[in-house]
């Protein structure tokens, strides 16, 4: 408490001024100079001990400091008595509980980022592999020609699905570190389906399904339109794939006050009713799925529907198909 300059200071002039106050008693009043001097020294005792007590009070503040600095952030400091230092406690309560929070969702980011990167590794080392074994068979000169076309074919699909991850985790990634500048323009919804389909129809046309659109010509919302053709065009892609031969796959949509709606329904397979709150989880592939399947075309669906303010769900039942609902909300002012 006495190395604080001010205190010292303080100390030296309050003993000057009992000492004056005493001097001046004994000359104009001596029998009241005893009173003069137990007065003073009670009020100046009374002083240094409040001011120890708050020092006290300040020494346990910097030992919580000291403790949320390695990193527990378990104390709890809160006052609810009225002064400065109950204020400041407070405060720095307030400090401790965004620096727990803070520090649990870096240490979530960083659990996050290890599991990406070992799904990505996986991922990317199934089609390497594979590549890298048929590249082998085909340096084999007495390699029948029936079987190299086979093997060339297969290593082309493997750099089609490559490139396709790739560009897929780089559009996530920069969703992720809000380095896309959305766009906030009128889209109408008839051009935003025929864009997302049109390289789906040969795939479609392979499979001989069918595919019917029905809705108001005029319906429209604002958002980005390349983004959200994105989107539109992996949950068209993913009832495609879950679609048998002959099936059909019908997109409607509408325009309320309130938001405007696309849906995509299928006579697919469906999902399974366990799978569907992780459907749209990056990397998660549902117990139907196929091989080839990667499991990041729905999280990214999701992704630019919760960047544009809207919302993504899905309805599915076994042996039913499935059906999946886009919102785009309209922006209140």
Not at 255 to 278: A, K, L, Q, S
Not at 306 to 315: D, H, L, M, T, Y
Request: proline content about 2%.
């Amino acid at each position: 408490m006495f190395r604080n300059k001010e205190i010292k200071v303080f100390t030296f002039v309050s003993i000057g001024v009992i000492t004056f106050g005493i001097a001046v008693c004994l000359v104009l009043y001596p029998k009241a100079a005893w009173l003069m001097l137990l007065f003073s020294l009670s009020l100046f005792l009374s002083f240094l001990f409040f001011t120890w007590r708050r020092y006290q009070q300040l020494d346990r503040l910097s030992v919580y400091l000291r403790c949320i600095a390695n990193g527990d952030f378990q104390l709890d400091i809160r006052d609810n008595a009225e002064g400065e230092l109950s204020i400041l406690k407070n405060e720095i309560y307030k400090v401790t509980v965004t620096l727990y929070e803070q520090a649990k969702l870096l240490q979530e980011d960083k659990l996050f980022l290890s599991d990406t990167l070992s799904d990505i590794s996986h991922q990317l080392k199934t089609p390497l592999t594979s590549m890298s074994v048929m590249a082998d068979l085909l340096a084999d000169q007495t390699l029948p020609l029936d079987k190299r076309t086979e093997f060339t074919k297969n290593i082309r699909q493997q750099l089609e699905r490559l490139h396709w991850l790739v560009s897929s985790l780089l559009k996530i990634s920069k969703m992720d570190a809000n380095a896309i500048l959305l766009k906030k323009e009128s889209v109408c919804v008839k051009d935003l389906i025929d864009q997302s389909v049109s390289h789906l129809l040969i795939p479609m046309d392979i499979k001989d399904q069918k595919l019917v659109l029905s809705g108001d010509e005029n319906a429209s919302f604002i958002g980005d339109f390349y983004w959200s053709s994105e989107a539109l065009a992996n949950i068209v892609k993913n009832s495609v794939e879950h679609t048998p031969v002959s099936g059909e796959i019908k997109i409607e949509y509408s325009e309320t006050p309130i938001y405007t709606m696309i849906c995509v329904t299928d006579n697919g397979e469906g999902i399974d009713r366990g799978d569907i709150p992780f459907l749209f989880d990056r990397f998660y592939k549902a117990s139907n799925a196929s091989k080839e399947s990667v499991g990041i075309g729905l999280a990214m669906s999701k992704a630019i529907m919760e960047k544009q303010g809207g919302s993504i769900e899905v309805q599915s039942e076994i042996g039913k198909g499935s059906r999946f609902i886009m919102k785009f909300y309209k922006r209140v002012v």
